[in-house]
């Protein structure tokens, strides 16, 4: 049972983090993006950083359905 709530939290904690990231100062600062012209870019683009966010959500999405899934699942064992 720890392995599916391991995975739960790191969807929370990933999709928490990616979809703040892109809004943040360390991505625009951050320098591997910026060494590139073109990854700069690439990276400074709204629909781009949308994106990152977007599947930052639907990481937090799938992380509560573990959760949800999870305590379904121990209701249920736990009621017979």
Excluded: K, Q
Excluded at 18 to 33: I, K, Q
Excluded at 53 to 58: A, D, H, I, M
Aim: hydrophobic content about 55%.
């Amino acid at each position: 049972m720890s392995l599916p709530l391991f995975f739960a939290l790191y969807c929370l904690e990933a999709g928490m983090f990616f979809t703040a990231l892109p809004w943040t100062r360390l991505w625009t600062l951050n320098a591997v993006l910026h060494h590139n012209a073109l990854i700069a870019l690439w990276a400074d683009n709204p629909y781009v950083r949308g994106f990152v966010s977007g599947l930052g959500v639907v990481h937090v999405m799938v992380g509560v359905r573990e959760l949800v899934r999870l305590s379904r699942a121990r209701r249920g064992s736990g009621a017979r």
